[in-house]
T-cell receptor
Framework: GQQLNQSPQSMFIQEGEDVSMNCTSSSIFNTWLWYKQDPGEGPVLLIALYKAGELTSNGRLTAQFGITRKDSFLNISASIPSDVGIYFC????????????FGQGTRLTINP | DGGITQSPKYLFRKEGQNVTLSCEQNLNHDAMYWYRQDPGQGLRLIYYSHIVNDFQKGDIAEGYSVSREKKESFPLTVTSAQKNPTAFYLCAVSRGRLNQPQHFGDGTRLSIL
Protein backbone atom coordinates (compact mmCIF):
# COMPACT_ATOMS: atom_id res chain seq x y z
CA GLY A 1 0.00 0.00 0.00
CA GLN A 2 0.89 3.65 -0.06
CA GLN A 3 3.41 4.83 2.50
CA LEU A 4 4.45 8.20 3.80
CA ASN A 5 7.93 8.82 5.09
CA GLN A 6 8.45 11.74 7.43
CA SER A 7 11.81 13.28 8.13
CA PRO A 8 13.31 13.81 10.57
CA GLN A 9 11.79 11.43 13.11
CA SER A 10 12.73 13.77 15.94
CA MET A 11 14.16 17.24 16.41
CA PHE A 12 15.75 18.94 19.39
CA ILE A 13 16.01 22.69 18.97
CA GLN A 14 16.42 25.90 20.93
CA GLU A 15 13.50 28.23 21.46
CA GLY A 16 13.40 30.82 18.71
CA GLU A 17 14.88 28.58 16.01
CA ASP A 18 13.11 27.84 12.75
CA VAL A 19 12.01 24.27 12.05
CA SER A 20 11.70 22.37 8.78
CA MET A 21 10.27 18.90 8.24
CA ASN A 22 9.09 17.01 5.21
CA CYS A 23 6.99 14.14 4.07
CA THR A 24 7.45 12.01 0.96
CA SER A 25 5.15 9.55 -0.71
CA SER A 26 5.76 6.54 -2.91
CA SER A 27 2.94 7.72 -5.18
CA ILE A 28 1.24 10.92 -6.25
CA PHE A 29 -1.09 12.59 -3.79
CA ASN A 30 -3.69 15.23 -4.61
CA THR A 31 -4.11 16.37 -1.01
CA TRP A 32 -1.65 16.90 1.81
CA LEU A 33 -2.68 17.44 5.43
CA TRP A 34 -0.53 18.44 8.38
CA TYR A 35 -1.60 17.68 11.97
CA LYS A 36 -0.08 18.39 15.39
CA GLN A 37 -0.60 16.13 18.38
CA ASP A 38 0.00 17.25 21.95
CA PRO A 39 0.73 14.55 24.57
CA GLY A 40 -2.42 12.66 25.55
CA GLU A 41 -4.57 14.50 23.01
CA GLY A 42 -5.91 13.84 19.54
CA PRO A 43 -4.21 15.31 16.45
CA VAL A 44 -5.37 18.77 15.41
CA LEU A 45 -5.44 19.85 11.76
CA LEU A 46 -2.94 22.63 11.07
CA ILE A 47 -2.93 23.08 7.30
CA ALA A 48 -4.61 21.43 4.30
CA LEU A 49 -3.09 21.62 0.80
CA TYR A 50 -5.00 20.77 -2.36
CA LYS A 51 -2.92 21.94 -5.33
CA ALA A 52 0.61 21.17 -6.49
CA GLY A 53 2.89 24.10 -5.70
CA GLU A 54 0.44 25.55 -3.18
CA LEU A 55 2.01 27.45 -0.29
CA THR A 56 -0.24 28.04 2.72
CA SER A 57 0.43 29.73 6.05
CA ASN A 58 -1.23 29.48 9.43
CA GLY A 59 0.44 31.97 11.75
CA ARG A 60 4.09 30.96 12.13
CA LEU A 61 3.46 27.74 10.22
CA THR A 62 3.93 27.43 6.47
CA ALA A 63 3.32 24.31 4.42
CA GLN A 64 3.96 23.60 0.77
CA PHE A 65 2.56 21.04 -1.65
CA GLY A 66 5.54 19.79 -3.66
CA ILE A 67 5.55 20.25 -7.42
CA THR A 68 6.10 16.53 -7.99
CA ARG A 69 2.98 15.85 -5.88
CA LYS A 70 4.99 13.25 -4.00
CA ASP A 71 6.15 15.46 -1.17
CA SER A 72 5.17 18.22 1.22
CA PHE A 73 7.04 20.46 3.61
CA LEU A 74 6.16 22.13 6.91
CA ASN A 75 8.11 25.03 8.34
CA ILE A 76 7.73 26.65 11.74
CA SER A 77 9.33 30.02 12.27
CA ALA A 78 10.61 31.38 15.59
CA SER A 79 9.64 28.31 17.60
CA ILE A 80 8.06 28.71 21.04
CA PRO A 81 7.54 26.16 23.84
CA SER A 82 3.94 25.40 22.85
CA ASP A 83 5.18 24.12 19.47
CA VAL A 84 6.36 20.97 21.27
CA GLY A 85 4.52 17.89 20.08
CA ILE A 86 4.33 15.39 17.25
CA TYR A 87 3.67 16.58 13.72
CA PHE A 88 2.00 14.21 11.28
CA CYS A 89 1.54 14.46 7.57
CA UNK A 90 -1.35 12.66 5.92
CA UNK A 91 -2.79 12.14 2.50
CA UNK A 92 -5.54 10.17 0.83
CA UNK A 93 -4.97 6.48 0.34
CA UNK A 94 -6.04 4.55 -2.69
CA UNK A 95 -8.07 6.84 -4.94
CA UNK A 96 -11.72 6.74 -4.06
CA UNK A 97 -11.25 4.84 -0.81
CA UNK A 98 -11.67 8.02 1.24
CA UNK A 99 -9.10 6.85 3.75
CA UNK A 100 -6.07 8.75 4.95
CA UNK A 101 -2.52 7.47 5.11
CA PHE A 102 -0.43 8.93 7.95
CA GLY A 103 3.29 9.40 8.28
CA GLN A 104 5.11 8.17 11.37
CA GLY A 105 5.41 11.66 12.79
CA THR A 106 8.15 14.12 13.65
CA ARG A 107 8.61 14.66 17.39
CA LEU A 108 9.64 18.23 18.18
CA THR A 109 11.38 19.05 21.47
CA ILE A 110 12.31 22.61 22.36
CA ASN A 111 14.95 23.62 24.87
CA PRO A 112 14.08 26.94 26.52
CA ASP B 1 -11.72 18.94 18.12
CA GLY B 2 -14.98 20.35 19.38
CA GLY B 3 -18.02 18.33 18.42
CA ILE B 4 -16.32 14.94 18.80
CA THR B 5 -16.57 13.24 22.18
CA GLN B 6 -14.66 10.13 23.14
CA SER B 7 -15.28 8.39 26.42
CA PRO B 8 -13.95 7.30 28.74
CA LYS B 9 -10.60 9.10 28.76
CA TYR B 10 -8.96 6.13 30.53
CA LEU B 11 -10.11 2.51 30.50
CA PHE B 12 -8.78 -0.64 32.09
CA ARG B 13 -9.48 -4.13 30.79
CA LYS B 14 -9.14 -7.42 32.57
CA GLU B 15 -7.90 -10.49 30.77
CA GLY B 16 -10.65 -12.11 28.69
CA GLN B 17 -12.93 -9.10 28.92
CA ASN B 18 -14.56 -7.15 26.12
CA VAL B 19 -14.64 -3.37 26.49
CA THR B 20 -16.41 -0.73 24.43
CA LEU B 21 -15.07 2.72 23.62
CA SER B 22 -17.55 5.44 22.79
CA CYS B 23 -17.30 8.03 20.01
CA GLU B 24 -20.08 10.57 19.50
CA GLN B 25 -20.19 13.53 17.10
CA ASN B 26 -22.59 16.44 16.65
CA LEU B 27 -21.04 17.73 13.42
CA ASN B 28 -23.47 15.84 11.18
CA HIS B 29 -20.51 14.35 9.31
CA ASP B 30 -21.06 11.15 7.36
CA ALA B 31 -17.73 9.40 7.88
CA MET B 32 -16.24 8.11 11.12
CA TYR B 33 -12.98 6.30 11.77
CA TRP B 34 -11.15 4.45 14.53
CA TYR B 35 -7.37 4.49 14.83
CA ARG B 36 -4.91 2.85 17.16
CA GLN B 37 -1.73 4.62 18.24
CA ASP B 38 1.12 2.88 20.04
CA PRO B 39 3.90 4.78 21.86
CA GLY B 40 6.16 6.52 19.39
CA GLN B 41 4.11 5.26 16.46
CA GLY B 42 1.86 6.75 13.85
CA LEU B 43 -1.83 6.04 13.43
CA ARG B 44 -3.16 2.72 12.22
CA LEU B 45 -6.70 2.40 10.91
CA ILE B 46 -8.92 -0.16 12.64
CA TYR B 47 -12.38 0.38 11.10
CA TYR B 48 -14.20 3.10 9.22
CA SER B 49 -17.76 3.91 8.24
CA HIS B 50 -18.96 6.25 5.51
CA ILE B 51 -22.66 5.76 6.04
CA VAL B 52 -25.05 4.49 8.68
CA ASN B 53 -25.35 0.71 8.87
CA ASP B 54 -22.20 0.20 6.83
CA PHE B 55 -18.55 -0.10 7.88
CA GLN B 56 -15.30 -1.43 6.48
CA LYS B 57 -12.23 -3.07 7.97
CA GLY B 58 -9.07 -1.02 8.13
CA ASP B 59 -5.52 -2.30 8.32
CA ILE B 60 -5.68 -3.86 11.80
CA ALA B 61 -9.31 -4.94 12.34
CA GLU B 62 -8.60 -8.33 13.95
CA GLY B 63 -9.80 -8.43 17.56
CA TYR B 64 -12.04 -5.39 17.17
CA SER B 65 -15.69 -4.86 16.23
CA VAL B 66 -17.82 -1.79 15.49
CA SER B 67 -21.38 -0.78 14.78
CA ARG B 68 -22.90 2.27 13.07
CA GLU B 69 -26.58 2.27 13.98
CA LYS B 70 -26.76 6.06 14.21
CA LYS B 71 -25.01 8.78 12.24
CA GLU B 72 -23.64 10.43 15.36
CA SER B 73 -22.26 7.30 17.05
CA PHE B 74 -19.52 4.79 16.15
CA PRO B 75 -18.61 2.62 19.16
CA LEU B 76 -15.55 0.37 19.08
CA THR B 77 -15.44 -2.92 20.99
CA VAL B 78 -12.05 -4.32 21.89
CA THR B 79 -12.67 -8.03 22.23
CA SER B 80 -10.79 -10.65 24.21
CA ALA B 81 -9.37 -11.84 20.88
CA GLN B 82 -7.20 -8.71 20.77
CA LYS B 83 -4.15 -9.97 22.65
CA ASN B 84 -2.29 -6.69 22.83
CA PRO B 85 -4.96 -4.04 23.41
CA THR B 86 -2.90 -1.53 25.38
CA ALA B 87 -2.81 1.60 23.23
CA PHE B 88 -4.24 5.05 22.65
CA TYR B 89 -7.44 4.89 20.59
CA LEU B 90 -8.52 7.81 18.45
CA CYS B 91 -11.85 8.44 16.77
CA ALA B 92 -12.05 10.76 13.77
CA VAL B 93 -14.81 12.17 11.60
CA SER B 94 -14.95 13.76 8.16
CA ARG B 95 -17.55 14.92 5.66
CA GLY B 96 -16.85 11.71 3.80
CA ARG B 97 -16.15 13.32 0.46
CA LEU B 98 -12.87 12.55 -1.26
CA ASN B 99 -9.86 14.35 0.20
CA GLN B 100 -11.75 15.88 3.09
CA PRO B 101 -9.67 16.30 6.26
CA GLN B 102 -10.41 14.18 9.28
CA HIS B 103 -10.93 15.76 12.68
CA PHE B 104 -10.06 13.85 15.83
CA GLY B 105 -11.46 13.35 19.30
CA ASP B 106 -9.25 13.52 22.39
CA GLY B 107 -8.69 9.78 22.56
CA THR B 108 -9.14 6.92 25.01
CA ARG B 109 -6.16 5.28 26.66
CA LEU B 110 -6.76 1.57 27.22
CA SER B 111 -4.61 -0.44 29.61
CA ILE B 112 -4.58 -4.04 30.79
CA LEU B 113 -5.02 -4.81 34.49
Amino acid sequence: GQQLNQSPQSMFIQEGEDVSMNCTSSSIFNTWLWYKQDPGEGPVLLIALYKAGELTSNGRLTAQFGITRKDSFLNISASIPSDVGIYFCAGPGVQGAQKLVFGQGTRLTINP
Amino acid sequence: DGGITQSPKYLFRKEGQNVTLSCEQNLNHDAMYWYRQDPGQGLRLIYYSHIVNDFQKGDIAEGYSVSREKKESFPLTVTSAQKNPTAFYLCAVSRGRLNQPQHFGDGTRLSIL
